[in-house]
């Protein structure tokens, strides 16, 4: 499967932005699609997932501002990021996986394909 990453941009704190996932190729449905997001000079980290049956998981600094859902028809993941602040800056990726056990949701090992990222960028 493909994916492709679009939505980032400049936004000021408590701002909101949406980011969406497009996929290509694969059986949509059966993949857990996560978003994780790396900053500079620091290690990619988890954000959210969503797995086949619509349940979502999320770090706990996005938790109650960030929304994730996934269209199979459409075969996009959306990721709606409101009240944004600074420490959300970074450069978000997409990610899929077929196989990834729950407990590994929040490990980037755990997917086998990616998306390009894409830029989020936000001023206090």
């Known amino acids: 499967v493909q994916l492709q990453a679009s939505g980032g941009g400049l936004a000021q704190a408590g701002d909101s932005l949406s980011l969406s996932c497009v996929a290509s190729?694969?059986?949509?449905?059966?993949?857990?699609i996560a978003w994780f997001r790396q900053a500079p000079g620091k290690e990619r980290e988890f954000v959210a997932a969503i797995n086949r049956g619509r349940y979502t998981f999320y770090a706990d600094s996005v938790k109650g501002r960030f929304t994730i859902s996934r269209d199979n028809a459409k075969m996009t993941v959306d990721l709606r990021m409101n009240s944004l602040k600074p420490e959300d800056t970074a450069i978000y990726y997409c990610?899929?996986?077929?196989?990834?056990?729950?407990?590994?949701?929040?490990?980037?090992?755990?997917?086998?394909?990616w998306g390009q990222g894409t830029q989020v960028t936000v001023s206090s």
């Open positions: 190729g694969g059986t949509f449905s059966s993949y857990v």
């Open positions: 990610a899929a996986s077929s196989s990834v056990i729950v407990s590994n949701y929040r490990n980037s090992d755990g997917y086998n394909y």
